[in-house]
């Protein structure tokens, strides 16, 4: 029985899992090219905050059962009126002389003690289910975050990489043109200057990449100490021409992080009616059976039992359930309050990423590429000086980084708007 419940609140934790499911190589943990969909299925399959969510739902769910359970009887047995002088006597020990009493006591609980234990326990499985929820809804952005970190600190690495290899070239040609007198030693050394902070600055970068790899893969649920050391995201940036609607909605009601503060505070709205219900004295009754074989008597009876509330009365209990109460309504609103001001920041945060997007591709970089052109080729025929020429490179440099750094910003800023509005269905936002 034990065993058929464990396997049911599991069915039940599973079941609140996104409906998608994308096909996974056989391990994301080593995967060169994977993709978003894979990593947040594979987070789901092997997070080991998941797992402890799931522990915690099937809890609630036990909790649910122990609610409903009655008081179980008591059975007593009690033997008196044995004589020092004459002793037990003769015969069998159904013939002794002692008064043998056999008693079953049951306690009747008032108040709708047991109704209120499950309408509370109830509210608090629904709590647990929504922190299920919000937990999935939260490590879903977390992996997105550090997903398209990965994907920068890769990008990074590859533009650190052509600059450096830019400036390689262009030192080796300078070598060549001091050689044949046409420039002066001091232009080679500021471009063999430029030539190691740009391997400085791929260092940088390669480090900024083993440490978004680490950050993934741990969320992934990998061993970082062996796995991750491959894992790379596909090359795949949302597209800012595809921007969804940003408009008002009614998904605020819809957030488990709320849902979830209303089940408690609901929880413990009943908890100052179970509190209260401890003044309705509960009853305890029973039955025995007497045998006292001196007179032959075989006896039975019954009773009652009463608490007498001299002493305690449950006014602290109740006090502290009032409390209690308050506390949870005031935490339900706050949360209500904080989400809307995460969906309002949401909002605003993405409409400026992909306006900053949008611009620095088509506009920061096109002019940044034709303005290094056109100083390299002045460069080439001396019209232009070497600190012209190695300013119109870190120029192009940051444009690029700064493109990526866009993409980068609007697609972290797309997921998080979809996790605030609780907009579950999409993870993988179009592409380019």
Known sequence: MRAKHALLCSLAAAALLPAWRPALAADACSSAQLGLGDATWYMLEHNPQIDQARSMLAGAQADQVTAGERPNPTLSFNSSSYNTR??????????????????????????????????????GKDAAEMDYRDLVRQLRLG??????????????????????????????????????????????????VDSSRADSELQHAEADLDSA????????????QTQGAELA?????????????????????????????????QQASIGVKLAEAQRKRDITVGIQYEHFPP???????????????????????????HADADTAAAAAQQTQLQAQADIAQARSALRHAAERATRAERDLLPLSEKSAAVVDFSYQHGAASVLDLLDAYRTLHAARLEVI??????????????????LQESIGPPTR
């Open 143 to 192: 992996t997105a975050t550090a997903y398209y970190n990965l994907l920068l600190a890769q990008q990074h690495v590859v533009v650190d990489q052509q600059l450096a290899e830019l400036q390689h070239q262009t030192e080796s040609a300078a070598a060549i043109r001091l050689a044949a007198g046409d420039i002066a030693e001091s232009d080679l050394v500021r471009i063999r």
């Open 405 to 422: 750094d866009t993409k980068a910003d609007y697609a972290k800023a797309l997921v998080a708007w979809q996790i605030a509005e609780n």
């Open 86 to 123: 004459s002793g037990l006597g003769s015969g069998n020990p159904w013939q002794k002389k002692l008064d043998s009493i056999l008693r079953v006591d049951q306690t009747i609980e008032r108040g709708g003690k047991r109704d209120l234990r499950l309408k509370a326990s109830a509210a």
């Open 213 to 224: 790899r680490i950050a993934l893969a741990s969320l992934l649920g990998c061993d970082t």
């Open 233 to 265: 995201a596909q090359a795949l940036w949302p597209n800012p021409d595809a921007e969804p609607a940003i408009s008002a909605s009614d998904s605020l009601a819809l957030r488990p992080d709320i849902e979830a503060a209303r089940a408690r505070a």
């Open 295 to 321: 007179d032959g008597q075989q006896l039975l009876g019954a009773g009652f039992s009463v608490p007498l509330f001299l002493f305690n009365n449950s006014e602290g209990e109740i006090a502290r359930a």
